[in-house]
């Protein structure tokens, strides 16, 4: 591992030597992806996204980002499918499972302003807003909670049980940040950016339909709206990208 790393920051020192960054009127278009840093809820890396970008000249650009992106919080880093096995209390029974599904995205638009900068470095100022929407569904067979009358009781094997259960939510929000793009080699940079956010998250109404050998019951639980403004948290971004 340590070979590999020599041999990158190697290629990567050489690069320098020569990289310089483009002019607008020779590659307007730049395709990057990042790893995003969430500061709102304890430091962590969330699911990384794709950016394209057009420069209208050396200073403006118009970008475009996509991501699997989430309410903005940590919980974008769980994961897409989840399967959980109880085991049976007859040895001759399947097991009782419950699988879980969810689905994520977000899209933002923005601009940036690049300033004067160096041959090799290109930093710049940003503005976005952005939209997302995220869903999950659980299914339970022959699992149901231990107390039936106590949906906070944990979940246990219960033969004939079963219950299925949806929700989601969606977002909108806007920051505003600054980054820079360093040419490592030509066309090709490395940058960091960091953003201030503002983000509102509309949490749709959640249903539980639940089949029992007494009968079937369904609940609706109603959605509910928050907002958080990352003032001292900030959402930062290590990217990687190629100008064409």
Known sequence: ???IMFFIGAITLSGTMFAQKP??????YSLEGLANLNTTDGMSW???SIRMRYFVNDNIAARLQ???GGDGTSNQGIPSKETHNYAPTVATDANGTVVINRSSMDVKLGGEYHL????KMSPY??????FGSGSEKQTWTDVFFSNPLDQTSDLAYSKGFSASASGGYKTIGFGIGAGFDYYVADNLYLGLEMNL?????THNDSSFDATTPAGSSSSTTLGSTMSYTNIGAAHGSIRIGWRF
């Open 1 to 3: 591992m340590k070979k």
């Open 23 to 28: 002019a607008s009127d020779d590659a307007h």
């Open 46 to 48: 969330t699911s990384p």
């Open 66 to 68: 996509f991501g699997f």
């Open 116 to 119: 004067k900068g160096t041959d």
């Open 125 to 130: 100022f940003t503005a976005n807003i952005g």
């Open 197 to 201: 956010t503002k983000t509102k998250v």
